[in-house]
């Protein structure tokens, strides 16, 4: 059996990270249960390329190039552009029960799926993307 060496092991949030994609652009992004989304250049993972705070524990999320789609501890589910800005650019309530637990935007582009503590799925239409 092969044994797996870590190039780089580095602390890159305060709690446990629940999402973790590489964008387009080809950025590391992670979510985190400290309320943070960070984008890091894979040659430095000691600091993030961009940072943002959203309104609760991340728990899932998705990236379309350089936008990233996240879901809350809080049920809110929160769009970031991590080359414009560390505030949202949209946030919807879209679960009012508690905690998204899984999100997928469709193929389209046209509408997100997710799921979370209420038990249902909601399907969310919208443009822009």
Known sequence: MRTLKPISSAPVHKAAINFLEFSSEGLL????????????????????AAQ??????????ETLGS???TGCGDGNLLVFDISRSDEPLYGFGADNVGALHCLKIAADRK???????????????????
């Open 67 to 69: 936008l990233v789609v």
């Open 29 to 48: 992004v992670t979510g985190s249960a400290d309320k943070t989304i960070q984008a890091f250049d894979l040659s430095n993972l000691q600091k993030p």
């Open 111 to 129: 509408s997100i799926v997710t799921g979370g503590d209420s038990g249902q799925a909601l399907k969310l239409n919208f443009s822009g993307f």
């Open 52 to 61: 943002m705070r959203t309104t609760d524990a991340v728990f899932c999320g």
